[in-house]
């Protein structure tokens, strides 16, 4: 990494240079936020920025294809789909006629970094440009095109590229441009095809049953839903593992000789855990063993004539390109670009290009050529066959998610006398049911005999507790909210019924999904442990919550659907101020006293200023903004926006900043106040919180299942160390259960949050490209890392 000393020099260094962006290839969602992010954070460092419309084609053409951008060229784009710049693809610059016109078009502008986003096959394009680049100079020179000392002048290019493919396709980023955006639209049809069928929970006052009802009786009905991926069944995979798919097909795992049948018998059999609907996913790339193409059509006639039922072909196509980029697509594109600016900056002639690449939470820098020639190695395992080394080419999660949707389809449970509960605490968050689905099924895998706990540890002093079957927790993957429901009742007062009823139902394990009064209750019932054998028992908590507070962990349950939620609400008051006199918007987020919500939003909406508690403000800085504000106004533009945490400062409180600009800013701009609310709380799960839920349901259960074995002595489970009660937590991507005894230390109890976040280095970058005069030296950038074969990964979550 880089100093502080080396960042505050950098600050400038683009005085003088040139840059240029362009997007290349397929569209996708998030492009726009990249080329606005590259676009101003060029501006901040002092280079001169470029933008090239209609991708390689336009480099070669030049002339108004090249054009000078300022900070007002990529305003209000980051919240559209597709690519506001163009793309097209272009035969002339696989000529090298075609690169000495586009050589020479750069060297006209003086551009000597280009930022490209795209494929590999636009960043395999660009390496070739660069490495011809003296030649082609030379030759320009040569012809009388340019002359010698404008050839040295601009001897060197510097080239980094930004990945944009739906597929999540490319070796070596956990993630790339556009593939959550994706799963959002493929979710979105998923979710609408699953709404002819509700979900009803029967409860009285023990909720002694939870069944699935169909609002028709008279069919059995199936579903094909075809999905892009030719070439890489990463879509295909997440949808079926978010959506409780019956049946996958993938290009990395052919199905075996005679699936047809092994197909059917499954549909067959899902009948009798009173499933009615069957969804089959299909990536468009499926083949057989032998390299055959399964067609969509083909199984849905399959479908129809061994069993009848009534089948339907969804084909998605250029669907999930369109539409407006997820939060999770604009956070990472503004991350990208800003690194993609710093290597540029930072490149010498001996650098080699770069892709920017997300390692967990961070932006990486990683060798553009070795992560291309990676990828390529896993379509030659595919033409060869060899599927198996195929999927592990992938990378880690993708190997994972293959694992985890083969260990959740139907298998018969067995029968065993370890008892598990499982209960919901706190708020209610998106992604609970897929964590309680994933959870309850492996567990009867394993043998274990399942309660539900409603109402939390409420319920659990009460009794309200029911014993969960395989078909219990059908279609529960897309279920926005708490099935089982929830309360914030800590178990301190209620120990003693508690644990009466623990000993009733022989519980031998508690598996706590909730936010941090479920940390906070696994905590208590630790310390509980001196007192209660009962409670000396596996305990571990899946962190749920929006406000993402919960410590041992860099991502919660249900803030990645609060934060597009919050993004979608933003988006709609934005718009709403479209052809009007000027204005500015104030919201408050929720979040308690933890500003992730409220930043994160801020990065994906392209706000003004987010105030949150963890970075203190003051009154000179509410009058900076409304300044800065009051300077952006005067400049054409028709609108800002503001938010604020709900619980940022005890006096600067929501209607006091609303009245401060109002009066600031009398006569140039008006303002309105919005309270986001709840809103952030509801709404259906986002892919990421359906995949990420699912996964830690399996993780968790496979640590109970071997803590309980581990600590199981004179007929029964007895565990009391302090690594049996842990909270399940993602660092980086690294799963980890950490002892909430060990979390009291680095936990701030009175405002309900971990005391060092790793989201706060993201508040520099919301600042910067809001166009503040931030110190520079508070920016972290990306690490440099090394790709081999066994470091290639692709994970979204882990």
Not at 599 to 614: L, P, R, S, W
Request: one cysteine or more; proline letters at 3%.
């Amino acid at each position: 990494k880089m100093s502080s000393i080396d960042l505050e020099k950098l600050k400038m260094t683009g005085a003088g240079r040139a840059m240029a962006v362009l997007t290349s290839g397929g569209d996708a969602q998030g492009m726009n936020a990249a080329v606005r992010a590259v676009t101003r954070m060029g501006i901040y460092v002092g280079a001169k920025v470029y933008l090239i419309y209609e991708g390689y084609q336009g480099m070669v053409d030049g002339g108004d294809n090249i054009k000078l951008a300022n900070w007002q060229s990529v305003s209000n784009i980051i919240q559209q789909g597709g690519t506001a710049i163009g793309s097209a693809r272009c035969k002339a610059f696989t000529t090298r006629e075609g690169r000495i016109a586009a050589a020479f078009n750069l060297v006209k502008k003086g551009i000597t970094n280009l930022c490209v986003c795209g494929g590999d096959g636009s960043l395999t394009g660009a390496n070739i440009f660069r490495c011809e680049w003296s030649s082609l100079l030379d030759e320009l020179v040569q012809k009388g095109r340019i002359t010698d000392t404008l050839a040295k002048q601009h001897a060197h290019l510097n080239i980094v590229g930004l990945v944009g493919s739906i597929d999540n396709d490319f070796c070596g980023t956990d993630m790339t441009i556009g593939a959550d955006s994706a799963l959002h639209r493929i979710m979105e049809i998923i979710d609408a095809i699953m709404t002819t069928f509700s979900v009803f929970i029967c409860s009285h006052t023990f909720c002694k049953s939870i069944q699935m009802w169909c609002t028709s009786h008279s069919h059995q009905r199936t579903f094909v839903l075809e999905v892009m991926g030719r070439h890489c069944g990463y879509l295909a995979l997440v949808s079926a593992l978010a959506s409780g798919a019956d049946w996958l097909f993938i290009p990395e795992a052919p199905p075996q000789e005679g699936w047809e049948d092994r197909m059917c018998d499954r549909l067959e059999g899902s009948r009798t855990t009173g499933s009615r609907l069957n969804i089959i996913i299909i990536a468009e790339g499926a083949i057989d063993i032998n390299g055959k193409p399964i067609s969509s059509t083909y199984v849905k006639d399959l479908v129809v004539q061994r069993l009848g039922y009534d089948t339907r072909v969804t084909v998605l196509g250029h669907v999930q390109r369109g539409g407006t980029p997820s939060a999770f697509d604009r956070i990472l594109s503004s991350k990208l670009g800003v690194e993609a600016v710093v290597a540029l900056m930072e490149a010498t002639p001996d650098t080699p290009p770069c892709a920017i690449g997300l390692s967990g939470n961070q932006a990486v820098r990683l060798p553009l050529m070795e992560c291309v020639e990676m990828t390529k190695l896993v379509q030659i395992a595919m033409d060869e066959k060899r599927f198996e080394e195929a999927i592990k080419l992938r990378g880690g999660s993708f190997e994972n998610n293959w694992k985890i949707y083969k260990l959740l389809s139907f298998q018969k449970p067995v029968q065993s006398e370890v008892s598990l509960a499982v209960l919901n605490v706190g708020a209610p968050a998106a992604g609970m049911n897929a964590a309680v689905r994933s959870a309850v099924r492996l567990a009867l895998t394993h043998g274990q005999k399942v309660y539900a706990v409603h109402d939390g540890f409420q319920g659990l002093a009460d009794g309200k507790v029911v014993e969960m079957e395989w078909h219990s927790v059908a279609g529960w993957t897309g279920q926005g909210g708490s099935l089982l429901g929830t309360k914030r009742t800590l178990p301190e007062k209620h120990m003693e019924k508690i644990v009466e009823t623990i000993s009733k139902f022989n519980i031998s394990a508690l598996l706590v999904i909730g936010g941090f009064e479920g940390y906070a209750g696994v905590l208590q019932l630790f310390e509980a442990r001196g007192r209660y054998d009962e409670l000396c028992i596996p305990m571990c908590l899946i962190p749920a919550t929006v406000s993402n507070n919960v410590p041992g962990t860099d991502f919660s349950l249900g803030a990645d659907t609060a934060v597009n939620a919050a993004m979608e609400g933003c988006d709609k008051i934005k718009q709403s101020a479209s052809g009007t006199k000027r204005r500015v918007f104030v919201v408050e987020t929720m979040g308690g006293f933890c500003g992730y919500l409220a930043t994160c939003t801020g990065i994906a909406v392209g706000a003004d200023a987010a105030y949150i508690f963890e970075d203190p403000f003051n009154i000179q800085d509410l009058k900076t903004n409304v300044d800065h504000l009051t300077e952006k106004m005067k400049k054409d533009v028709q609108r800002g926006l503001v938010l604020r945490n709900e619980k940022c400062h005890e006096n600067y409180t929501t209607d006091f900043i609303h009245r401060l600009y109002s009066s600031e800013g009398k006569g140039i701009f008006d303002c309105r106040v919005n309270v986001l609310g709840h809103l952030q709380q509801g709404g259906a799960p986002s892919p990421f919180d359906r995949n990420f839920g699912t996964k830690l349901g399996v993780r968790a259960i496979q640590w109970i299942s071997e803590r309980m074995t581990e600590n199981f002595r004179q007929g029964r489970v007895f565990a009391n160390s302090p690594s049996t009660a842990c909270v399940l937590g993602l660092n980086r991507k690294v799963i980890s259960f950490s002892p909430v005894t060990e979390l009291k230390a680095v936990t701030d109890f009175e405002h309900r949050m971990p005391r060092v976040q790793w989201w706060f280095n993201l508040r520099p970058m919301l600042r910067m490209l809001a166009r503040y005069q931030t110190s520079f030296c508070e920016y972290v950038p990306g690490e440099i890392e090394h790709v081999t074969r066994r470091s290639i990964s692709i994970d979204h979550g882990f």
